[in-house]
C-alpha cells in the first residue's frame, strides 16, 4: 500500500504538463495551458492544465484528474504501472509491499491530527498568562492581532513536559515521530521546544506539518531559531514557508518574493506583499526552486543587504544554474546595506520596497557584479581568475543554449573591462599615413598564436578548416556567437584546432562591439577556395554571409566527430560484426549527407556569382545567357 505521504510527494515532483504534452498538443494560456480535449471529440479547446494547481480539467465532458489519473484514463495504465512510471521519471523508489508499510502509513495519517491539535494549544497559550512575553515580542515587530491570527502565532512554555501532558490522548511514540519531542538514550523524552514563540509551517495543501519556533531569552545559548526536524510529514529541502498563502497571491500579482527567513516573509505580508514565501533554515534547493517555477517564471530573491545576504542569493544562483530552461530563471533584489526586508518596510515603507521589486537584476547581471567585487583585480593573473571563476559557473549551465549565451556575454563585459577602449595621445610623425589616429588599434594576434595560424593549414582537407578561420577573421563577432562549437572542435581535431583556437585567442582581444577584420597576420595562411565559399565573396550581403558561416562553422564541427564515429564502428567488427555493420552503414550516409551540405555551399557560391556577373552585364535573363525562348 502507498501512503498518502509518498503519493503526494510523488506529484510535487512530477509537472503535469511535461506529461500531457507527450501525447497531447497544449497551448500556454496565461498561467495554464489548453487544449482540445483528448477524451472527447471538440471543435474548440475546453481542456486546461494548470501545473500550479496540479490537476487537468475538461469543461466541456468533465475529465478531471492529476498525473497519475491521466496515465490510468488516457494511457490505459494499471495504477500500480503509472505510479511505476511516474517515479521513475521522478527518481524515487516505489515502496516494495509490505503489510507493516501500511499499518505505518495510517499511523501516519494521524501525524497531521498531532500537529493541529499541538498548533491549537501553542496559540492558546500564547492568549494566556504565560503568554505575555511572546505578546509584547510581537508588538515590538509591528505586527497587529490580525497578524497573529492569520499566521498562528503561539507560545511553548518553558516545562520540559508541558506539550506531553497537553496532548496526553496521543501515544509518546506518535508525539517523537511529529518531531514535537525529543528522545534521548536513558532519558525520558522531553518537549523539543520550549520557551519559545511558536509558528506553523504549513504544506501546499495548508496542514500544519512542522513548527518554527524563536527564542525570547536572550541570555541564552540556545539557537535564535529552531525548525522541525524533518519527519514524514515534513522536509525542509522541499518546503517553502508560506507557499499555501503566497501562491493564490501570486497568480494575482504575476509575482513570487523569496525572502530568507519566515519573519521576513510575515513583515511583507504584514505590509500587504502576500506574494512572499522563504525557505526554512537552509540555502534554496534545487527542490525548492523547482517549486517555484511551478508558480512563476521567474522568482525574485530579496535577501538582507548585509555580507551573509549577498552570498545566500549566490548560493541560490549556483544552485539554479545546472535548472535553467528557456523563459526561466531568478531574478535578485539587492537591499540597502545592513537592512532585512522587516528593516526597509519600518523605515521606509512599502513605496521603497515597491519601487525595488519592479527593478530587480537579472541573475547574469547579479554574476557579473559578485564576481567582480569578489577579490582585488589588480593585476593581470587576478583579472584572468575573475574569467576562470566566470567560465567555472558557465559549465554549469546543463542547456546549450542558455550555456552559449551566458558564455558570450560574460566575455563581452569581461573584454570591455579587462581591456578598455584607449585613444592614442597623439600622432607620430612616422606613423601611419591617412585614416583617423583616434580610432582604436585592431586587435593583433601574439606572436606564438600567428604561428600556430601560418603553420597547422595545410592540403586539400583543410579547405573547409582555412574558409571558416577566412569567415572568422572577416565576422570577429561571430566567433564569439559560435564559441562553444569551436571550442568542442579544437579538442576534437589535433591538427588543426591550434589555428582556430588561435582565432579565438584573437577575437578575445577585440575591444567591445568591435566588428574590424582581424588582419594583422604577417604572412597569412593561404587564402581558401573563395569559389567555393560564398560567405568569402566581397559582394555577398553580411547577413547571409554570417548565416553560411554559421552552416560552415556547423560542418566543421561535425567532421571530427563522424570521423571518429565512423572509425569506432569499424573497430567493432571483431567483437560485434552484425551490430557494427549496421551503425557503420548509418553513419556512411550521415557522411553522404555531410558531402551534399558542403557541395550545396559551392553551388550557392557559384550561382551567387553568376548572378552578380549577369547584373554587371545588365542581363535580366537566365545567369548562363540561354535562350529561353
Known amino acids: 500500500m502507498l501512503s498518502p505521504q509518498w503519493l503526494d510527494e510523488l506529484r ?46 475538461c469543461f ?47 499511523e501516519r495519517a494521524g501525524l497531521h491530527d498531532v500537529m493541529q491539535a499541538a498548533q491549537d494549544w501553542f496559540a492558546a497559550n500564547l492568549a494566556g498568562a504565560g503568554g505575555t512575553k511572546a505578546r509584547e515580542y510581537l508588538q515590538s515587530r509591528g505586527f497587529n492581532a490580525r497578524t497573529v491570527e492569520r499566521f498562528g502565532f503561539g507560545y511553548a512554555p518553558a516545562e520540559r513536559q508541558a506539550l506531553k501532558g497537553a496532548l496526553s490522548q496521543f501515544d509518546e511514540s506518535l508525539l517523537v515521530e511529529a518531531g514535537l519531542r525529543i528522545e ?19 504544506d501546499a495543501r495548508g496542514r500544519v506539518i512542522a513548527f518554527g519556533g524563536r527564542i525570547l ?18 522536509d525542509k529541502g522541499r518546503t517553502l514557508y508560506n507557499l499555501h498563502r503566497a501562491g493564490p497571491a501570486s497568480r494575482q500579482t504575476g509575482r513570487l518574493i523569496v525572502v530568507e527567513g519566515y519573519m521576513d516573509a510575515i513583515a511583507l505580508a504584514a505590509h500587504g506583499f502576500e506574494d512572499a514565501v522563504a525557505p526554512l533554515g537552509t540555502a534554496l534547493t534545487e527542490q525548492q526552486i523547482e517549486l517555484l517555477w511551478r508558480m512563476v517564471e521567474t522568482p525574485v530573491l530579496c535577501f538582507d543587504g548585509d555580507a551573509a545576504g549577498q552570498r545566500a542569493a549566490m548560493r541560490a544562483i549556483v544552485r539554479a544554474l545546472p535548472l535553467l530552461r528557456p523563459a526561466h530563471s531568478l531574478a535578485i533584489v539587492r537591499l540597502p546595506a545592513g537592512l532585512d526586508p522587516d528593516d526597509l518596510l519600518r523605515q521606509q515603507g512599502p513605496r521603497a520596497m515597491e ?9 547574469l547581471d547579479t554574476l557579473w557584479d559578485f564576481e567582480r567585487a569578489a577579490q582585488p583585480l589588480e593585476t593581470p593573473e587576478d583579472k584572468a581568475g575573475l574569467k576562470q571563476r566566470l567560465l567555472d559557473h558557465v559549465e554549469r549551465i546543463d542547456h546549450p543554449d542558455i550555456r552559449a549565451l551566458y558564455k558570450r556575454e560574460l566575455l563581452e563585459r569581461f573584454s570591455a573591462f579587462a581591456f578598455p577602449r584607449r585613444e592614442r595621445t597623439a600622432p607620430s610623425p ?40 577566412a569567415g572568422l577573421m572577416r565576422f570577429p563577432d561571430e566567433a ?18 591550434p589555428a582556430v583556437d588561435a582565432v579565438l585567442e584573437a577575437v578575445e582581444m577585440l575591444e567591445p562591439g568591435e566588428n574590424l577584420p582581424i588582419s594583422s597576420l604577417d604572412g597569412p595562411i593561404a587564402p581558401p577556395d573563395n569559389t567555393r565559399f560564398a560567405f568569402l565573396g566581397q559582394g555577398t550581403d553580411p547577413q547571409v554571409a554570417r548565416e553560411q558561416l554559421a552552416e560552415a562553422v556547423a560542418l566543421l564541427v561535425e567532421r571530427p566527430a563522424l570521423e571518429a564515429a565512423l572509425a569506432a564502428a569499424t573497430a567493432r567488427f571483431e567483437t560485434d560484426p552484425e551490430g557494427a555493420f549496421v551503425e557503420q552503414q548509418r553513419l556512411l550516409k ?19 556569382a553568376a548572378q552578380a556577373d549577369s547584373t554587371r552585364r545588365g542581363e535580366t535573363g537566365p545567369a548562363n545567357g540561354a535562350d529561353t525562348d
Not at 531569552?217 to 510529514?233: E, F, I
Not at 564569439?480 to 584546432?497: I, N, S, Y
Not at 550521415?590 to 551567387?608: D, I, T, V
Open 12 to 57: 510535487t515532483r512530477i509537472t503535469l504538463s511535461s506529461v500531457i504534452m507527450r501525447t497531447t498538443k497544449l497551448q500556454r494560456a496565461g498561467r495554464e495551458w489548453k487544449a482540445c480535449c483528448p477524451f472527447h471529440d471538440e471543435k474548440s479547446p475546453s481542456f486546461t492544465v494548470s501545473d500550479e494547481k496540479g490537476f487537468y480539467h
Open 590 to 608: 550521415r557522411k553522404l549527407e555531410f558531402e551534399r551540405r558542403l557541395g550545396q555551399m559551392s553551388s550557392r557560391r557559384a550561382a551567387s
Open 430 to 469: 612616422r606613423g601611419r599615413q591617412g585614416g583617423d589616429w583616434r580610432k582604436p588599434a585592431i586587435p593583433r594576434l601574439s606572436p606564438e598564436a600567428a604561428q600556430r595560424l601560418r603553420g597547422a593549414q595545410a592540403g586539400s582537407r583543410d579547405q573547409l578548416v582555412a574558409a571558416v578561420i
Open 355 to 363: 519601487k525595488l521589486l519592479d527593478t530587480p537584476a537579472t541573475l
Open 184 to 202: 534521548v538514550d536513558d532519558r525520558d523524552p522531553y518537549d523539543r521546544f520550549r520557551s519559545r514563540l511558536m509558528l506553523p509551517i504549513h
Open 480 to 497: 564569439l556567437r559560435h564559441a562553444e562549437q569551436l571550442g568542442r572542435f579544437v579538442q576534437l581535431d589535433p591538427k588543426a584546432g
Open 217 to 234: 531569552d536572550s541570555d541564552t545559548n540556545a539557537p535564535k531559531y529552531l525548525n522541525s526536524p524533518d519527519t514524514a510529514l515534513f
Open 60 to 106: 466541456g465532458c468533465g475529465a478531471h484528474g492529476d498525473a497519475i489519473r491521466w496515465m490510468t484514463d488516457q494511457r490505459g495504465l494499471s495504477f500500480m504501472d503509472a505510479v511505476k512510471e511516474l517515479a521513475a521519471e521522478a527518481g524515487m523508489e516505489v515502496p516494495a509491499p509490505d503489510p507493516r508499510a501500511a499499518q505505518r502509513a495510517q
